[in-house]
């Protein structure tokens, strides 16, 4: 399989590329690293995409996009990962909280949420998972509680990143009960400056910090349901075939693996008997894994999404991004566990920072062993 631009995507990346190769955008990117008490939240990278269209290009016009292609929103992504430009605020806003809006809520809903984050001037965030529910979304324990024409919603959400900063909120609640668990569960798009809801840090290891949200009777309206009541397990099932493209999990591996290969050249780890061979395996694992991805792109952009195909490129995206922190570690050494702001870190302390973020790219959108057995189970039908 031959992966290549066609000759607008061509012009559409090198734009892109242009765009962040500017000084302002590298003073940024610079600024952010340098950083140690705070996580970068809205950038003025995404608002100066944002004022061309590129934000968000294959949404529609009057919301902010230039009614381009999912490609072309892929190459966003690509690029954003690429320059390293932080995209998490990106990803969640426009990749899965945006198109889950654009194919499933009202035409008020788009019209009130979408302009402003395809702008680069607000952020969304996703609620989904809970203590001690895993990976197994559909046992969630959130209630959304009738009150009037409305419901309340009580529970607890976490792992949730950019909460602190985001507008509002893709969140899955309960509000009925049901013999089949996967009935009864409603998305609500929620505002988060709301009295009712407590948003606390959620420290880990990775730069990005995840959310600890309490929601203690917030109140929401029909307006805010997004889909049908009690529908809302099509469209998580939707929003997860979004997420499980791969694409930000191959574009952070290639560019780790960019970073690694340079070092790798300037020290003579290349002509290494034992190294050497071993970079030139994995590099072949780097762009397996994005040609598995774009093949999940190219099949939404034909509306023909398999979710056996998206289990398989998120599985293998994320594990050969682990793969990659992983050898990054092993061929730098001590210098390698030196972070960005030690003068001796190896990589410029690139490799230290992906260490810490790779074991949890196997984590988001589903573990490996959910992808492992969704591949068994409905692809092969092993578990049958």
Request: charged share 25%; proline share 3%.
């Amino acid at each position: 399989m031959e992966l290549q631009d066609t000759p607008e995507d061509r012009a559409f990346r090198e734009e892109v590329c242009a765009l962040l190769c500017g000084e302002e955008v590298r003073a940024e990117v610079a600024a952010v690293r340098a950083r140690r008490d705070a996580e970068p939240g809205l950038l003025d990278a995404y608002r100066r995409l944002g004022e061309r269209g590129y934000l968000a290009v294959n949404w529609p016009k009057e919301y902010g996009g230039l009614g381009g292609t999912l490609q072309q929103k892929t190459i966003v992504t690509e690029e954003l990962i690429g320059h390293g430009v932080p995209d998490i605020v990106h990803t969640l806003s426009i990749d899965i909280v945006g198109l889950a809006l654009l194919t499933h809520g009202t035409d008020a809903q788009r019209e009130r949420l979408l302009p402003r984050i395809a702008r680069g001037e607000g952020a969304a965030s996703v609620l989904f998972s809970e203590p001690g529910v895993g990976s197994d979304l559909a046992a969630l324990e959130t209630r959304a509680e009738r009150d009037g024409d409305g419901w309340r919603l009580r529970g607890r959400k976490v792992y949730s990143m950019k909460s602190h900063l985001a507008d509002f909120a893709l969140c899955a609640a309960r509000t009925s009960e049901s013999d089949v668990k996967y009935h009864g569960i409603t998305l609500f798009a929620l505002p988060l400056r709301t009295p009712g809801i407590l948003v606390d840090p959620l420290w880990n290891l990775g730069d990005e910090r995840f959310g600890d949200i309490t929601l203690a009777g917030v109140r929401v309206t029909p307006d805010d349901v997004v889909g049908e009541v009690d529908g809302g397990w099509e469209v998580i099932n939707h929003v997860l075939g979004l997420e499980r493209t791969g694409v930000e999990f191959e574009a952070k591996a290639a560019r780790w693996f960019d970073v690694l290969l340079r070092h790798a050249a300037d020290t003579g780890l290349l002509e290494h008997p034992v190294h050497g061979p071993r970079l030139v395996e994995l590099e072949s694992w780097v762009r397996a894994a994005r040609l598995l991805s774009w093949r999940s792109v190219g099949e939404l952009a034909a509306d023909r999404s398999d979710e056996v195909h998206n289990a398989m490129a998120k599985l293998l995206t994320s594990e050969v991004g682990k793969e990659v922190a992983h050898t990054a570690l092993d061929l730098t050494g001590l210098p390698g566990v030196l972070d960005r702001h030690d003068g001796g870190a190896a990589l410029h302390g690139i490799g230290e920072a992906a260490y810490r973020e790779a074991v949890g790219l196997t984590l988001a959108s589903g573990t490996s062993e959910v992808m492992l057995a969704l591949i068994a189970s409905t692809g092969l039908g092993l578990l049958a």
